[in-house]
Nanobody, 125 residues
Framework: DVQLQASGGGVVQAGGSLRLSCTVSGLTFDDYAIGWFRQAPGKEREGVACIENSDGVTWAPDSVKGRFTMSSDNAKNAVYLEMNSLKPEDTAVYYC??????????????????WGQGTQVTVSS
């Protein structure tokens, strides 16, 4: 079975940092691109970091550019999201998701094939 396990969420004060992890099993890691998405209460799910195209360029919305960084450790089948200078508006459930590499679905969340269970991030003001 394919499993994506997101972890690392928590409660942090505005201006603080968190590092989310996504461990992947049940698929060939090199054949898939992992993206990070979030969903706040009453809002649509949105992308925060994902591989945009075959060149491996990472896309991120303006709201997180310069604050969020995605990285990966292929040896561990893991992808990370480093989040700095967190704001209350970053409060959401954060998900990692997988798509076939080069499918270029980023940032269209509903085109991703596999999803993790999500991890809550709460930023207090």
């Amino acid at each position: 079975d394919v499993q994506l396990q997101a972890s690392g969420g928590g409660v942090v004060q505005a201006g603080g940092s968190l590092r989310l992890s996504c461990t992947v099993s049940g698929l060939t890691f090199d054949d898939y691109a992992i993206g990070w998405f979030r969903q706040a209460p009453g809002k649509e799910r949105e992308g925060v970091a994902c591989i945009e195209n075959s060149d491996g360029v990472t896309w991120a919305p303006d709201s997180v550019k310069g604050r969020f960084t995605m990285s990966s450790d292929n040896a561990k089948n893991a992808v990370y999201l480093e989040m700095n200078s967190l704001k209350p508006e970053d409060t959401a459930v954060y998900y990692c998701a997988a798509e076939k590499r080069y499918a270029s679905s980023c940032p269209i969340w509903y085109e991703y094939d596999y999803w993790g269970q999500g991890t809550q991030v709460t930023v207090s003001s």
